[in-house]
């Protein structure tokens, strides 16, 4: 196998073909000719050794070879493009960027004006900043997708280097006139008794909940599940159930939705979102800086 004369034209040119399933389709998005295109990838056929597509009327069909090496071009392409785009930042003044992702707690509750904070100071370096499930961050992590990862403890962590982060509070929100509404406090099984409203079943919070109720030999009567946390509190004001949420994140929705907080006693309630990184002595100057600002801004 020849790698020297694998091209990015040829690859981009292979891509298309693929999802257009028609070498003179793929041809004209590319802007060449099919002859041309036809010539590329038979060169690219012969730089690999292997026939990549199934030639039939219709058009053309990966063969086993050829599925393999879309998903290598996919991933060399989509790694030329942000090489493309850091490029043009550098260009354009930005000093680095910064791949976060980040799970729902903390973008609702403390990542907004940390942030801001953040980009005031250190202009030249630009946030990508994506929400996600507290398992997709840490995969994402590991396969180079992200820089930095916020999630929930209890998530398998999957060798990623960890750093503490912030900790946070577990309420159980319940709408004005519902039976626990008078209690200031109680334990998630007296909670147990009702319908619940919770995010999906791959979010960390809705698998606490589920191992907390499991714990208690009990199954969770859940009602429905939403995406975000001001949906869960409109169905708990709309009276389908509780909820159990992050305190700091359901402040502004308890008076405009009438709705009550109330303190679990249950110790799993605390819990801490941790920042993942794959390598803590590979950790390129800009992404350190803001690893050093969030911890700086949670420990003050």
């Known amino acids: 196998m020849n790698l020297h004369r694998l091209d990015l034209v040829s690859l981009s040119l292979f891509n298309l073909v693929?999802?257009?399933?028609?070498?003179?389709?793929?041809?004209e998005l590319a802007h060449l000719a099919v002859g041309a295109a036809s010539k590329r990838i038979s060169d690219l056929e012969a730089a690999v050794g292997t026939e990549l597509f199934e030639r039939h009327s219709?058009?053309?069909t990966l063969t086993v070879a050829g599925n393999a090496l879309h998903l290598h071009a996919q991933r060399i392409l989509n790694d030329v493009d942000h090489l493309a785009a850091d490029l043009s930042d550098y260009a354009s003044g930005v000093l680095g960027v910064v791949r976060l992702w980040v799970n729902t707690s903390a973008v609702t509750q403390f990542l907004p004006r940390e942030l801001a904070g953040f980009v005031a100071a250190n202009p030249g370096i630009r946030i990508e900043l994506e929400e996600q499930n507290s398992s997709e961050i840490v995969l994402a992590v590991l396969d180079g997708r992200a820089d930095v990862g916020i999630f929930a403890d209890r998530t398998p962590s999957l060798g990623l280097h960890i750093v503490n982060y912030r900790t946070d509070r577990l309420v159980l929100v319940v709408p004005r006139g519902h039976p626990l509404a008078r209690r200031r406090s109680v334990r998630f099984e007296q909670a147990t008794e009702y319908d619940f409203v919770s995010l999906s079943g791959g979010t960390s919070l809705a698998q606490r909940l589920q191992t907390a109720t499991e714990a208690l030999?009990?199954?969770?009567?859940?009602?429905?599940?939403?995406r975000s946390f001001d949906a869960m509190c409109q169905m708990v004001a709309a009276g389908m159930g509780v909820a159990v949420l992050p305190r700091e994140a359901i402040?502004?929705?308890l008076r405009s939705m009438n709705l009550r907080e109330i303190a679990l006693e249950d110790a799993w309630a605390e819990r801490r979102l941790l920042i993942g990184l794959r390598d803590a002595n590979a950790v390129p100057r800009h992404v350190r800086t803001l690893i050093d600002h969030l911890c700086t801004d949670a420990a003050g």
């Not at 693929?18 to 041809?27: H, L, M």
């Not at 030999?217 to 939403?226: A, F, P, S």
């Open 251 to 253: 402040q502004p929705h």
């Open 18 to 27: 693929v999802r257009t399933g028609s070498i003179s389709k793929g041809a």
């Open 58 to 60: 219709r058009g053309v």
């Open 217 to 226: 030999g009990r199954r969770l009567r859940l009602r429905i599940q939403v």
